[in-house]
């Protein structure tokens, strides 16, 4: 069966790049686990909004009025996207994930005596700003970069009993999926609070907080097809119930004086400022979208990815995977290729191929020390590097991602550029080493070719 969901549904898909020897290619992005493509149907959302746009609550007017009732109507329609109940969850609406974690973290009042168990498969997102604010006990991974039940059970029975269990629901680096379910009612069992980093799992799977045991989950609109600047935390409404919010100012509040605050009820004492209503516009015309599409075509389309993605890989020679090539997976993949530096190799697929991908350490450089086997003295010179400015000498590797986005034929079309690659190290002259330590080639910066 043919799956394909993009055919001028997403913002972009019409956009041709220039490539080195020869004409225009229409432009591939396997960087959609960094940012997706705005969707038409969000853009839509968006464009249709704004001449009702005004700012929120109190407003009288009539165009105030209806974005205060848009944007408290969308916090249900989270909850309820990722299986909340609107009478016991709230959605907030920072940013990104980066940010709803920095706020949680923040928000429940964590002291350096308290433990956060995380594990070494995370995002920089759910192991900084717990580290900030408590210590970490980090659940190691095996050499395919993966951990079972058992080892969170071990990290969780540990002394001193831990308060929170923050882990991802899929990695950002090779797209394993943990075992949500599992690993929550462990947690649970022990009474520890369950905060997910649906970043990367929201986009891809049907999520049910309550059914899989989750307490917190946050996630970014920009990686779901509405990237306007808007993320979602759904939490417990009583989980911040109390305490100071991580931003002051206005609509945090219910009463201000130079020497007395008193805070609002919630959700409105985590909203201070004037919200990014345009962004929660976009952001709940993607879930409807998504909703709408239907979980099991857009499960059978990414599955045809992931069977083509693994099959084209292991037909390059020199190529290596890291992390787990079998199991409920994304259509994720990171890779080195024998003889070609990291940065090089991404460079030569979007000059020469217009393939967008990703290369470096993903924002996840504790698992990828761990995927690429560093030793710690391998690491502490990683970290010099970076002081010294040498960013040349960085370890890393290159990650393909796809989507609902993604052609069918564009998995393909990887494969055939990483065999004419791996067959032409030759072809690696053609690029220098820029000030910032990126490859560029020798001949200047290509020129950007209009939408055909």
């Known amino acids: 069966m043919s799956l394909s969901f993009t055919a001028g549904q997403y913002v972009g898909d019409d956009l041709w790049v220039p490539v080195l020897d020869g004409a225009p290619r229409q432009y ?5 686990a960094a940012t997706s493509s705005a969707s038409v149907a969000v853009a839509r959302a968006v464009r249709d909004f704004l001449p009702w746009y005004a700012s929120v609550h109190r407003g009288a007017g009539i165009r105030s009025q209806l974005t205060s009732a848009r944007y408290e109507d969308a916090r249900e329609v989270m909850v309820r ?11 907030l609406f920072p940013r990104n994930t980066t940010e709803a974690l920095n706020l949680l973290a923040f928000r429940l009042g964590l002291t350096k005596d ?20 408590a210590q970490l006990r980090v659940v190691d991974v095996d050499e395919r970069g993966t951990f079972d039940v058992a080892a969170v059970e071990a990290a969780l029975d540990q002394q001193p009993r831990p308060r929170v269990l923050a882990v991802t629901g899929g990695s950002n680096v090779t797209g394993w999926l943990p075992d949500l379910r599992a690993i929550a009612a462990a947690a649970r069992q022990r009474g520890v609070l ?25 996630f970014s609109g920009h990686k779901m097809y509405a990237p306007f600047g808007a993320g979602a935390l759904v939490v417990p409404r009583s989980l911040l119930a109390s305490g100071e919010p991580f931003l002051v100012g206005g609509g945090a509040v219910g009463a201000v004086s130079f020497d007395d605050v008193i805070w609002a009820d919630g959700p409105d004492r985590d909203d201070a400022g004037s919200p990014n209503v345009l962004g929660v516009v976009a952001l709940t015309a993607s879930a409807d979208e998504l909703r709408s599409d239907g979980w099991a075509s857009v499960l059978a389309h990414e599955e045809h990815l992931l069977r083509a993605l693994d099959s084209e890989l292991a037909s390059v020679p020199g190529l290596h995977r890291l992390g787990p090539v079998a199991g409920d997976r994304l259509p994720v993949a990171a890779f080195n290729l024998d003889g070609v530096p990291h940065g090089l190799l991404a460079a030569r697929l979007a000059n020469e191929y217009a393939i967008g991908t990703r290369s470096g ?62 067959a032409t190290p030759e072809g690696s002259a053609r690029y220098v080493l820029d000030e910032r330590g990126d490859f560029v080639p020798r001949t200047g910066a290509l020129v950007p070719v209009s939408a055909r």
């Open 361 to 422: 350490c993903f924002c996840a450089h504790p698992y990828m020390g761990r995927l690429l086997g560093l030793s710690d003295a391998e690491v502490g010179q990683f970290h010099a590097d970076v002081r010294a400015g040498r960013r040349q000498r960085l370890p890393g590797a290159v990650r393909v991602s796809a989507n609902r986005q993604t052609y069918l034929t564009d998995i393909p079309m990887l494969g055939q550029a990483l065999r004419e690659i791996a």
């Open 114 to 133: 308290d433990v956060v168990v995380t594990t070494a498969a995370e995002h920089h997102a759910n192991l900084l700003p717990w580290r900030r604010h």
């Open 194 to 218: 369950v905060v997910v980093d649906g970043a990367q799992l929201v986009p891809h799977r049907p999520v049910d907080i309550t059914a899989l045991g989750i307490d917190v989950i946050a």
């Open 28 to 32: 591939v992005d396997l960087d959609t």
């Open 81 to 91: 996207f990722v299986g909340g109940n609107p009478a016991t969850h709230m959605a």
